[in-house]
């Protein structure tokens, strides 16, 4: 109807049809970009974390003096005191030196904390 109305204002029609398909288009594809960098960043902390824990467990196992999973006031010193295990926690974002200052609060009850507890 518009093009035997007016063959000017059927191209401005068309041109505007056109921009907006565009516009919704980058749009979504903006959504999607977003999505999967956010996905991504999800992935990679879950990675870092994994590898951290997996450390942690091999470290925690040699020096768990006896063999309970439970990791006594000692054996967090000497964890602390392990350069692969500070390492494994400073890449996770935890503060080994700050980690030190919590120790007496973490083992106020001295029964011991589970391995898995603590991560």
């Given at each position: ?17 056109l ?11 903006g ?89």
């Amino acid at each position: 109807e518009v093009l035997s109305e007016s063959y000017p204002v059927a191209f401005l029609l068309f041109v505007f049809v056109l921009v907006a398909a565009i516009t919704v288009m980058n749009m979504l594809i903006g959504v999607l970009c977003q999505v999967v960098t956010a996905v991504a960043a999800v992935e990679k902390e879950e990675m870092v974390v994994n590898m951290a824990k997996s450390k942690l467990e091999s470290v925690v196992r040699t020096l768990d003096i006896d063999q309970d999973w439970l990791i006594s006031k000692e054996e967090f010193a000497g964890l602390l005191d392990s350069p692969s295990a500070a390492k494994a926690l400073e890449e996770v974002g935890v503060d080994v030196v700050g980690l030190v200052d919590y120790a007496d609060f973490i083992f106020e009850n001295e029964a011991g904390n589970g391995f898995d507890k603590t991560l």
